[in-house]
């Protein structure tokens, strides 16, 4: 079993199902030719794909084009179904910064074909988060930047405010889809700025008063 770390805290949390988000800032899903939802894109990860800051990524075989996708990750602490807004808000225990490494060519492929993602984002160690933080502890306004740098360049910098759907309104509709459960976490989607990694790279990823995280491809 897996656990998420609660920052200036003892607890650990066994991590349940890892919902992801797609195309929630504008600007990326322009960037990579995709139309603009009208309701979050979701899809999930196994938890075997999930590793912790300081953790290798592996570079799958069946692949020539990984990308970095970094992300506000929400930790939700109690069972919801159906909820409203207020209810989704209060079911949000914390937050982490993750990345959601990506296939592109394996995703693209698929996408020609009209198959399922699952392939080029479900591969071992491609659900990276940090330490979370608690909402007891940190209140988010969304006024913090998110970034990536890889080797020391930045890559991705924009402020949480430019995502199209916020963390609440996330988890209401997740709730609606699915019930999600104590330990759930939920990567709510990336900004501009993806980008190709290779062998060697060091990538660190920061949400400013949250959370970081660093790991490196292998």
């Known amino acids: 079993m897996k656990n998420i770390t609660i920052k200036k805290s003892n607890q650990k949390v066994p991590v349940g199902k890892i919902v992801c988000v797609g195309r929630n800032y504008t600007e990326h899903a322009k960037e990579l030719g995709n139309v603009v939802p009208e309701k979050p894109i979701v899809f999930l990860k196994p938890n075997s794909s999930l590793i912790f800051s300081g953790d290798k990524i592996v570079y799958p075989s069946f692949s020539n084009d990984m990308h970095h996708e970094v992300e506000l990750v929400l930790l939700i602490n109690e069972t919801i179904k159906d909820g409203n807004l207020s209810e989704a808000e209060n079911a949000i225990a914390g937050y982490g910064v993750g ?120």
């Open 99 to 218: 990345l959601d490494m990506t296939l592109r060519d394996v995703q693209n492929k698929l996408k020609e074909q009209g198959h399922p993602w699952t392939i080029a984002k479900g591969f071992d160690t491609s659900a990276v988060v940090s330490d979370f933080i608690s909402k007891k502890d940190y209140a988010l306004t969304l006024e913090e930047q998110i970034s990536l740098s890889v080797n020391g360049d930045i890559k991705q910098n924009e402020i949480l405010n430019k995502m199209i759907f916020p963390p609440a309104e996330i988890v209401e509709y997740l709730s609606s889809l699915m019930t999600l459960e104590k330990g759930d976490i939920i990567f709510t989607g990336t900004p501009k700025g993806v980008g190709k990694v290779k062998k060697g790279d060091n990538i660190f990823a920061e949400i400013s008063d949250v959370a970081e995280l660093n790991c490196k491809v292998e």
